[in-house]
Structure formats: structure tokens, C-alpha cells
């Protein structure tokens, strides 16, 4: 678990913008979206040498200010089933996560604290994804060196 949550989103919040490791969401809980941005950042915190990398639901994605959010991870589904279920059914073995929740000045935020991939690149549905700049794609499609992932 980790130590105080509060001091970690708002050292994430005075990024001057998105890295490949940190993804901001407001309200945006589309399980698909999820499960590609946690095979990304996972990847990609392992390309930039990052124990963990972060989606954090409750920033605006532009001003980077904390402005609350509505979903509640835990209680997502994907269908009938519990989101953190779905995803971990359908991201490989290797994917490790965990969901998060805090209040920072009245604001509800959530956060997913998403482990490097270790050995191999994380995938969803047998597809590994990447982060470039803001922008999550197939591992595949990109010129990203991955000598980090060769064992």
C-alpha cells in the first residue's frame, strides 16, 4: 500500500504535462480503455525505468488541477462482472495493479498504481500497448527500442 496517496497525486499534478507513465482521467471509465492504458503504462514504465506508473481519475487532463471525479473503480463492471475482475481475466499474468481511492481538498480522486512490466511487455487480449507522449498504441506499431523486456 502506499504511504500518504494525497502527496503522490498532487507531486504527479506539477508534471508540466502527460509522461508515458502518468495518465490523468476525469470521468472517463471505459473498461477497453483501461485495460489498453494499464498494458501501456505498464510497458512504458519499464521503458523509462519507473517502478510504477499512474492513472489517476479526478485531474483535468489539461490544467493538470484537481477537480474531483465520479467513478468509483471498485465498483465498476464490465457487464456483470467487477471491472478489477474483468481486467485481470483479460491483461496477461505479468500485469500487476492496484486500485486506489482518496479525497484531496473535497475532491474524490481514484488511482490505479500499475507495477513495470517485468520479463515480457504486459498485454490485453494477447496485444501489447505503449505509451508515446499522451498517446497509448500498439506496442507493435511503434519504434520503441524494448531491449528492457529481453530476459
Known amino acids: 500500500m502506499i504511504g500518504n496517496i494525497d502527496i503522490l497525486i498532487k507531486?504527479?499534478?506539477?508534471?508540466?504535462?502527460?509522461?508515458?507513465w502518468?495518465?490523468?482521467?476525469?470521468?472517463?471509465?471505459?473498461?477497453?480503455?483501461?485495460?489498453e492504458d494499464i498494458s501501456a503504462l505498464a510497458n512504458s514504465a519499464t521503458l523509462n525505468d519507473?517502478?510504477?506508473?499512474?492513472?489517476?481519475?479526478?485531474?483535468?487532463?489539461?490544467?493538470?488541477?484537481?477537480?474531483?471525479?465520479?467513478?468509483?473503480?471498485p465498483m465498476e463492471k464490465k457487464g456483470e462482472q467487477e471491472l478489477e475482475n474483468w481486467l485481470r481475466c483479460l491483461l496477461s499474468k505479468n500485469a500487476d495493479?492496484?486500485?486506489?481511492?482518496?479525497?484531496?481538498?473535497?475532491?474524490h480522486v481514484e488511482l490505479i498504481r500499475i507495477h513495470k512490466a517485468l520479463n515480457e511487455p504486459v498485454a490485453f487480449q494477447?496485444?501489447?500497448?505503449?505509451?508515446?507522449?499522451?498517446y497509448t498504441k500498439k506496442l507493435h506499431d511503434s519504434q520503441i527500442e524494448?531491449?528492457?523486456?529481453?530476459?
Open 22 to 35: 502518468v495518465e490523468f482521467k476525469h470521468n472517463n471509465r471505459d473498461p477497453h480503455m483501461i485495460a
Open 50 to 73: 519507473k517502478d510504477y506508473a499512474y492513472m489517476i481519475w479526478g485531474v483535468d487532463d489539461a490544467s493538470h488541477k484537481i477537480v474531483g471525479t465520479t467513478p468509483r473503480l
Open 97 to 107: 495493479f492496484e486500485f486506489l481511492e482518496t479525497e484531496i481538498d473535497g475532491a
Open 146 to 151: 524494448t531491449k528492457p523486456f529481453d530476459p
Open 126 to 134: 494477447k496485444e501489447e500497448y505503449i505509451r508515446s507522449g499522451s
Open 11 to 20: 507531486e504527479l499534478c506539477k508534471l508540466p504535462k502527460e509522461v508515458a
